[in-house]
């Protein structure tokens, strides 16, 4: 065996694979442009300062990072957030607003491998900016709840966890804490479901242990899941802050009813997201049945534009990984077979066939037509096995007599019907066949 391996984590796309990936890629941009989102793209080495602090410790810990032949510090990009905020920062006024933008492209993380996570990836990035309003989620998890069901999943197969680290803010300042307290009792939060009570060791070991009715409290908060129960937790709290976000929250809630994804989106504040640059509504799809790594996640960030040195900006956002996606469309059966066959094999006798029948070739390739033959010369059995296995519709046969008689014979490899067709009129004869009019 030779000795050079793919890297741990990194993947190859041989063409079956490939395939699915541009499957996913094909429906995703579609449903991208009928929500009228533009696409962009950046490079995929950037300077490591623009992850340092603005990503979260998770990410930092996470880089591809090295110094260039330039001396730069540099790394591969973990998530393309901050470098969207750049690109938009950038030209900032000139941009019609709402900005409504999305792409396609890879990521590098160092990862511990496992079952969904690598380290590359693709996302299906989509961010709003300009909008400060509910609005912009709005669009955001109807597009998300769209980029899914797209490919035939429905309610049965995943669903929109919706939270709001705003209201967790005010929530946790209404308990007294600060907000370097509050912001570690949120990473305790994202961790809880995970790690269980141990979750709230760091925090405890900063900042002293928690009082037990404020765990409670905590613990309560974290296990809403309907709308009634935030309103009952928040009015026994008061506060106009807190009144506020609560109108926020019902009328995104109405919105989304509206646009009939109700049944895709659940009040669930045990969700805070990792990434530091959260600021309000956050939101995470998952599989129904709870087997697989989060499919996607993103929120509200209003400040990472302006953390980056430009006028602030506000921002929603979500990407959609291609991992845990694949994986749920295989487990539901909805990944389609996507073999690769031509429309037309080309069976040809002699050297003299073979030069009448290139120009015919080239003509159908230039219509559209997906044309194969074979590149030897070979015995016409094999080139009907070859045809048959190819998976083509049509054969197109090329002997001494055809090309005596100025035909092209064409047959019909499903029907197994074959029929001379003038060589003058083999294009039309083609179209005819594969619009159903033959
Ligand atoms: P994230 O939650 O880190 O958010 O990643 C979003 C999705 O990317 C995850 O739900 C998962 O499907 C996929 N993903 C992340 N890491 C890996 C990995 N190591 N292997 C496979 N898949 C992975 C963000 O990246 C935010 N920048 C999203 C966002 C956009 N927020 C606002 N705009």
Redesign the pocket.
Known sequence: MASFQTLPGFREFYPDALARRNHLFRLWRQTAHTFGFAEYDAPVLEPLELYKTKSGDE?EGQLFSFTDKGGREVALRP???PTVCRLVGERANALKRPIKWFSIAE?Y?Y?RMQK????C?F?F???IFGEPGIEAETELIALLAQNLCAFGLTEQDFYIRLSDRNLWFFFLEALGFDDARSRSLLTAVDRFEKLGDDAFKPDAEQYGALEPSKQAQILAFLGIRSLSALEAQVSSLGGDKLRARLDDWRRLLRNLEAMGLSRLVEVDLGVV???AYYTGFVF??FDRKGEL???????R?DNLVGKLGYAELPA??????????ALLLEQRGLMPNLVQAPDVYVVIGGPAERLAAFGDIQALRAAGYRVDYPMKELAFGKQFKAAAESGAKLALIYGTDELAKGVVKVRDLGERSEREVPAAQLLAEVRAFFTGGA
């Open positions: 990410i998530e393309m957030t990521f993380r990862e969904g996570r690598g380290r990836f996302q990035n989509a961010d997201r990792g990434l995470e799809a790594r989060a499919l996607a996640g993103g929120g960030y929603v956002g979500f990407a959609i990984g291609d991992m845990t996606f």
